[in-house]
């Protein structure tokens, strides 16, 4: 019954930015922390950014701390990743994904959206 639907993706050139959301239902969206997953073509999902349920802290990926911005609006369930100054590198599908505890490990994640296509051209 839990939903994740994740939205606002497509294609950008470099330096652009794009701003991703993600909507939940069918759980406690409040008790919940929230994270970013990305996987490119033949690579591993990686880890992007996370939110605890307070949406006070935000913890990110080397690679994309500077550039990308995690955050929460629990009254409307969803959670949101601004991306800005984009990299060819950033290319991929992005996932969103909740779990009570959050966390920087995909495996640790209890629900998954179905993702959204991001592509950054040089």
């Known amino acids: 019954q839990v939903q994740l639907v994740e939205s606002g993706g497509g294609l950008v050139q470099a330096g652009g930015s794009l701003r991703l959301s993600c909507a939940a239902s069918?759980?406690?969206?409040?008790?919940?922390?929230m994270g970013w997953f990305r996987q490119a073509p033949g690579k591993e999902r990686e880890f992007v950014a996370a939110?605890?349920?307070?949406?006070?802290?935000?913890n990110y990926a080397d690679s994309v701390k500077g550039r990308f911005t995690i955050s929460r609006d629990n009254a409307k369930n969803t959670v949101y990743l601004q991306m800005n100054s984009l990299k060819p590198e950033d290319t991929g599908v992005y996932y969103c994904?909740?779990?009570?505890?959050?966390?920087?490990?995909?495996?640790?994640?209890?629900?998954w959206g179905q993702g959204t296509q991001v592509t950054i051209s040089s």
């Open positions: 994904a909740a779990n009570r505890w959050g966390g920087s490990t995909w495996s640790d994640y209890d629900y």
């Open positions: 069918g759980l406690t969206f409040r008790t919940y922390a």
């Open positions: 939110i605890v349920w307070s949406g006070y802290v935000g």
